[in-house]
């Protein structure tokens, strides 16, 4: 399986960037990493293993991008509206930087995003926020709700990066032609937020697959299963 390194400087954020990609040509798959997890943490896990076979038949391209979260989510040093900002510094980059250059490398017009744990937010706030640029939004074992990351405090940047908060409300009809997969686990502690989001999104009419596994924590095993099987509806 081919693995390249790629780093670069994201004017952004105004510091480097590190990636790891797996692949020659491919549907573009662009992966967040968990709770501060860094770009080699898929492998690592072995997540990128379990999709072997899609990558060396060129089915798709997986691209493992590096967290900010020690400088945004989890920065208890600084002002949670610091914290907020330094993440929508890190939206941009992924919006206005990093998925326009998938876009050209792979020839398409959209691409899919996923994430385990903390990375499922990840992807489904970026999916939502943009879902001109995305087609396809798996997230494995996932939260939704951060407000408890921000120490109480509540302003629209929050609102606007909150889903549970700001999708009920939302409207475009790019929504509807997203394919998106809720992965869970019966004993997932985040099992409940998946049945949340799911509710948010039948009463907006938004069609997806609340995929619950009949065994499995909150942990890789799981989530080395279901992303074979979700790379398989692309």
Same mark, same amino acid.
């Given at each position: 399986?081919q693995e390249h390194?790629?780093?670069w400087y ?6 480097d960037i590190?990636?790891?990609v797996? +692949?020659d040509?491919g549907? =573009?798959?662009?992966l967040?990493?968990?709770t ?5 943490e898929a ?5 990128i293993? /379990? %999709? *072997?076979?899609?990558?060396? !038949?060129r089915?798709?391209?997986?691209y493992c991008?590096? /967290?900010?979260d020690r400088?945004?989510?989890? #920065?208890?040093?600084l002002h ?7 993440h929508l510094?890190?939206? $941009?980059?992924v919006n206005e ?7 050209h490398e792979?020839?398409v017009?959209?691409? #899919?995003v +996923? +994430?385990c744990s903390?990375?499922?937010? *990840? %992807?489904l706030?970026? %999916?939502?926020?943009h879902?001109?640029k995305v087609?396809h939004?798996?997230?494995?074992g %996932? $939260?939704?709700?951060i407000k408890?990351?921000?120490s109480g405090?509540?302003?629209?940047n929050?609102?606007?990066n !909150?889903?549970?908060?700001y999708?009920p409300? #939302? ?8 394919k ?6 019966e004993?997932d502690?985040c099992? =409940?937020?998946n049945?949340a989001?799911?509710?948010?999104l !039948? ?12 065994w499995g924590?909150?942990d890789?095993?799981v989530?080395?299963?279901?992303? =074979?099987?979700?790379l398989?509806?692309v």
């Amino acid at each position: 399986m081919q693995e390249h390194y790629r780093k670069w400087y994201s004017h952004h954020l105004g510091r480097d960037i590190e990636m790891l990609v797996y +692949g020659d040509w491919g549907y =573009p798959v662009l992966l967040f990493p968990t709770t501060m997890g860094r770009y080699y943490e898929a492998k690592d896990f072995k997540l990128i293993e /379990s %999709a *072997q076979w899609f990558v060396d !038949n060129r089915k798709v391209k997986i691209y493992c991008i590096d /967290s900010i979260d020690r400088d945004s989510w989890y #920065a208890k040093h600084l002002h949670p509206s610091v914290r907020i900002q330094n993440h929508l510094w890190y939206d $941009k980059m992924v919006n206005e930087e990093l998925v326009p250059w998938i876009q050209h490398e792979c020839q398409v017009g959209k691409i #899919a995003v +996923g +994430g385990c744990s903390f990375g499922g937010f *990840q %992807a489904l706030n970026f %999916a939502f926020r943009h879902p001109d640029k995305v087609a396809h939004l798996w997230s494995m074992g %996932a $939260k939704f709700d951060i407000k408890s990351f921000m120490s109480g405090y509540y302003d629209d940047n929050v609102y606007f990066n !909150n889903p549970p908060d700001y999708i009920p409300n #939302a409207h475009n009809d790019q929504f509807y032609h997203m394919k998106i997969i809720l992965g869970t686990s019966e004993h997932d502690f985040c099992k =409940p937020d998946n049945y949340a989001m799911s509710g948010i999104l !039948n009463r907006k009419g938004i069609h997806h697959w609340l995929d619950v596994r009949p065994w499995g924590a909150h942990d890789w095993p799981v989530w080395r299963e279901m992303f =074979p099987h979700y790379l398989s509806q692309v």
